[in-house]
């Protein structure tokens, strides 16, 4: 019995009761308005089931469309910033990535879409641009140079607005795991968030721990991260309270299938609770803390088991 220290997909791997919560979050996503652009963030520490939340909101909101005509259904991109290093230009991997989603929905009098991502990739300074038919991909500022137009970036946006506006549907932007990244990765998101957050129709979906984010976005000159951060994000939410018998029903339940072999006159149950509700239980706070007890103890019971105590080896 090895437990996977994976996120959920949807509701029904839900042991939490947190399906509510997220599917109720997929619905205000979809009640936003036609031409609204949201930046909405779940906070949550480590470990707390932030990523199996977002699966099970996005699961929702591909359920409650997939009878919708094509060109209405919401356009789910998520953007995972760990598949790149620091070194790459996030804003440029960003917009390259948003156009390969976006251009399949494009009605054909649009397809001039990619040319003014490119041009507005050079204006906002990444350092490489969408590759088009016969030009291979280019990281100097000298073709960089060559692509920026004369027009000012207001007149860019502006153009790339009408865009989003004729898809007739949402875009969701996912955004997991900011705050495993580095506080310079870290920084690039939020301004790359921030650079972005007013196309129409687009709703950014983030998850991190606050905490660390702050602090990354805290500047030397004294510029506050909780400031700066709620400047871009429109919505926050912290992530319900895990009930603490939820935790202890999953521990135990999978502690029967470890120690199912273990007689039960080597396990005194008085012992156990008392030992339980007094002190160990503290420790579980968390189902991934839980998963990776679990695994160590099955292994390492099955090396021990009959020659010690169990619950002195627990």
Do not use: C
């Amino acid at each position: 019995m090895f437990l996977p220290d994976t996120a959920i997909k949807n509701e029904k791997d839900d042991k939490l009761n947190r399906a509510w919560f997220s599917k109720s979050l997929g619905e205000q996503i979809l009640k936003f308005g036609d031409n609204d652009s949201k930046v909405i963030a779940i906070y949550g520490d480590w470990g707390k089931g932030k990523t199996s939340i977002l699966n099970i909101a996005i699961s929702h909101i591909e359920n409650t469309t997939k009878e919708w005509e094509k060109e209405e259904k919401p356009i789910i991109f998520r953007f995972n910033p760990w598949n790149f290093s620091e070194q790459e230009d996030l804003l440029f991997t960003f917009l390259r990535q948003l156009f390969s989603a976006v251009n399949h929905r494009l009605p054909v009098t649009k397809k001039n879409f990619q040319e003014q991502i490119n041009k507005l990739a050079g204006a906002l300074g990444a350092f490489g641009k969408i590759p088009v038919a016969g030009v291979p991909l280019t990281a100097t500022s000298k073709a960089i140079n060559l692509i920026v137009p004369e027009e000012s970036l207001e007149n860019l946006r502006a153009k790339i607005d009408e865009y989003f506006i004729d898809l007739k549907s949402k875009i969701i932007i996912v955004i997991d795991d900011i705050d495993r990244l580095t506080e310079n990765e870290i920084r690039q998101i939020f301004q790359l968030i921030k650079i972005n957050a007013d196309f129409p129709n687009t709703v950014y979906l983030t998850a991190f721990d606050r905490t660390v984010v702050e602090e990354a976005l805290t500047t030397k000159q004294g510029v506050s991260g909780r400031d700066y951060l709620e400047k871009i994000v429109q919505v926050g939410f912290d992530i319900p309270v895990i009930e603490q018998d939820r935790i202890n029903d999953f521990l135990f339940s999978n502690l029967n299938k470890i120690l199912e072999s273990v007689e039960m006159k080597y396990w005194d149950i008085t012992r156990w609770g008392n030992l339980f509700f007094s002190s160990l239980g503290k420790l579980f706070t968390s189902i991934r803390g839980v998963k990776r007890f679990l695994n160590s103890l099955e292994f390492n019971f099955q090396l021990v088991s009959g020659e010690v105590n169990p619950i002195d080896f627990i």
